[in-house]
T-cell receptor, first 113, second 112 residues
Framework: ETGVTQTPRHLVMGMTNKKSLKCEQHLGHNAMYWYKQSAKKPLELMFVYSLEERVENNSVPSRFSPECPNSSHLFLHLHTLQPEDSALYLC????????????FGPGTRLTVT | GENVEQHPSTLSVQEGDSAVIKCTYSDSASNYFPWYKQELGKRPQLIIDIRSNVGEKKDQRIAVTLNKTAKHFSLHITETQPEDSAVYFCAAPGRYGNKLVFGAGTILRVKS
């Protein structure tokens, strides 16, 4: 599959569960991003990775834990989430960090019950 | 720049009319200004972008204009069609150039 893929596409989890979101890019890009998209704050940047190194963490609560094992894969580990964390989580990649087009994945629709 | 303001938040136009969405940014060093379209249930996709060395760029029915002095840029859609209905986001580089900062989005509805 080409472009940016995300799994799962939908996830329902309880507040005590632990789950992980996966993102994979097949574009040879060096930078990857996690965004949270909700009705109240569209496209809220969470994390930026460049060449597997985290270069930005936008004051995200520790219940969200990112992992970038290589430049093609990005994970978001979730634990003890709150109902207000329900949102669409989008992954994106770009050739390098900075002023370049970002390619988005289809997103994971997360519902926390 | 680090702050990107986008207006209006919603815009309804009649099919065939033009639509204009405007964004302002705060960092005068910003040099890249993309526009993304997000259809319902789909991912955001780039539709046009402009770099600071030009003032206008066109691609068929869409165009982007940039005013560096006033620190604002606008998306223009002419001869709107129902399939133009979507949420449109502008963006500009953040401080230190690590990221893009997105505007809050504009919901465009094209009525047929």
């Amino acid at each position: 599959e080409t472009g940016v893929t995300q799994t799962p596409r939908h996830l329902v989890m309880g507040m005590t569960n632990k789950k992980s979101l996966k993102c994979e890019q097949h574009l040879g890009h060096n930078a990857m991003y996690w965004y949270k998209q909700s009705a109240k704050k569209p496209l809220e940047l969470m994390f930026v990775y460049s060449l597997e190194e985290r270069v930005e963490n936008n004051s995200v609560p520790s219940r969200f834990s990112p992992e970038c094992p290589n430049s093609s894969h990005l994970f978001l580990h979730l634990h003890t989430l709150q109902p207000e964390d329900s949102a669409l989580y989008l992954c994106a990649s770009s050739p390098d960090r900075g002023p370049y087009e970002q390619y988005f994945g289809p997103g994971t629709r997360l519902t926390v019950t | 720049g680090e702050n990107v303001e986008q207006h209006p938040s919603t815009l309804s136009v009649q099919e065939g009319d033009s639509a204009v969405i405007k964004c302002t940014y705060s960092d005068s060093a910003s040099n890249y200004f993309p526009w993304y379209k997000q259809e319902l249930g789909k991912r955001p996709q780039l539709i046009i972008d402009i770099r600071s060395n030009v003032g206008e760029k066109k691609d068929q029915r869409i165009a982007v204009t940039l005013n560096k002095t006033a620190k604002h840029f606008s998306l223009h859609i002419t001869e709107t069609q129902p399939e133009d209905s979507a949420v449109y986001f502008c963006a500009a580089p953040g401080r230190y150039g690590n990221k893009l900062v997105f505007g809050a989005g504009t919901i465009l509805r094209v009525k047929s």
